[in-house]
């Protein structure tokens, strides 16, 4: 009796943040089925199928893992046969498949990184993610339904430092939650926003939050038992390269830059529906034994995390799979043709295309800005094997 009062009360305390529990998924998806954009989406996904088909299958829908399974899934992978030239995975053979792991990953796209992590996932018969979702891309309460719906648990934004710190102290109880509790692997990006420029590096306020739960002496025993699973996942086109731009340019101008009313959601369904080509994801080794070397440096906390961090970014750029067109950036942003045996004549004018299209050549910040976005990973994979 005990016990079952202080589980009620610990998921009650998650109530503001966590996704929908199995009990809850027929009544709302029942209250969701008659809108416009779950009959879009339904339509997509399965265009034999008529309004009542899926309707009456949705009824019987009464937990997470069958609405993924039986509906986003195939979603998925029909915005894969739309969108994609296919995507390919490596890595998962090594995980375990009982076993709940912390993924923190590159972060490109607001929809498509989670969804085709849990994608690969299902796929390895793994444990697949509750991830993180910032509340601001959730306004509308029809996409807050079908994100709770995804296991998706929210991040608050634009708060006060006070009310900052406790919204990151009870994420970090509920990560742990899921993953001791739940046995539930966990997703997250690893720092606040898409990559703008290309640059994929971990914010280490990230980990701070993450260590709010920890109830061991040392910062490094509590981040080996949580599994930390790099995640590198690359797209041989951004969908979104160009809605990025306007950021890039006031941040170049040092000006503050103030989103459009609908712009998340915009980026969201262009980042679906927009071409991508080839995807490659890769799950890189749980960090356990490289964190006794941080653990042996007898650093500080904040240094211990730096490094850390730092061991996520090189893990990140390391298996970051780069595409033709990150390569012909690179080169175009040198004036050079250092990596033209990476790529064909056709594959260099359809992104000159691309360029021609999307950017305006004439203004330079924007030029670099767009070449950035693709030629970094190079770079950084460069630096890393002192290549720079």
Request: proline fraction near 2%; include cysteine.
């Amino acid at each position: 009796m005990q016990k079952d009062i202080i589980q009620n009360h610990t998921m009650l305390k998650f109530d503001s943040i966590r996704h929908y529990h199995d009990h809850e998924v027929n009544e709302v998806l029942q209250n969701i089925s008659k809108h416009p954009m779950i009959k879009a989406l339904m339509g997509f996904t399965f265009p034999e199928k008529t309004e009542e088909q899926w309707s009456e299958e949705f009824k019987e829908v009464n937990s997470i893992q069958d609405f993924q399974k039986n509906f986003i899934y195939h979603s998925i992978q029909k915005v894969l046969e739309k969108s994609s030239e296919g995507l390919t995975t490596s890595g998962f053979e090594k995980l375990d498949k009982n076993t709940a792991y912390f993924f923190i990953s590159n972060h490109r796209d607001i929809i498509l990184d989670t969804s085709l992590l849990n994608v690969a996932l299902k796929d390895h018969g793994l444990i697949m993610t509750a991830s993180a979702i910032g509340d601001n891309l959730v306004q509308k309460s029809f996409l807050l339904a079908l994100a709770k719906l995804n296991r998706n648990f929210l991040v608050k934004r634009g708060l006060a430092p006070r009310e900052l710190l406790e919204s990151s102290k009870l994420m970090s109880e509920y990560i742990n939650h899921l993953l001791f509790e739940q046995n539930r692997s966990v997703w997250i990006a690893q720092r606040e926003g898409r990559t703008k420029d290309g640059n994929d590096t971990t914010n280490p306020g990230v980990l701070k939050m993450l260590a709010m739960a920890s109830d061991e002496a040392n910062l490094m025993d509590y981040f080996k038992k949580i599994k930390i699973v790099p995640v590198s996942i690359s797209y041989e086109y951004d969908p979104t390269d160009a809605l990025k731009i306007p950021q890039l340019l006031a941040k170049a101008k040092d000006e503050i830059y103030i989103k459009e009313k609908n712009e998340d959601f915009v980026n969201l369904l262009s980042g679906v529906i927009g071409q991508k080509k080839r995807i490659h994801i890769h799950v890189g080794d749980v960090l356990d034994k490289s964190l006794n070397e941080i653990q042996r440096g007898n650093c500080n906390n904040n240094k211990q995390i730096q490094a850390l961090a730092q061991l996520i970014d090189e893990s990140i750029y390391e298996h970051y799979h780069l595409w033709p067109t990150n390569y012909i950036a690179y080169d175009l942003m040198h004036g050079g043709n250092l990596f033209s045996n990476k790529y064909t004549e056709k594959e260099k004018q359809l992104f000159l295309r691309r360029l021609e299209l999307r950017v305006d050549k004439d203004n330079d910040i924007v030029f670099d800005g767009f070449l950035a976005m693709y030629a970094n990973p190079v770079i950084n994979k460069l630096k890393l094997n002192n290549e720079l």
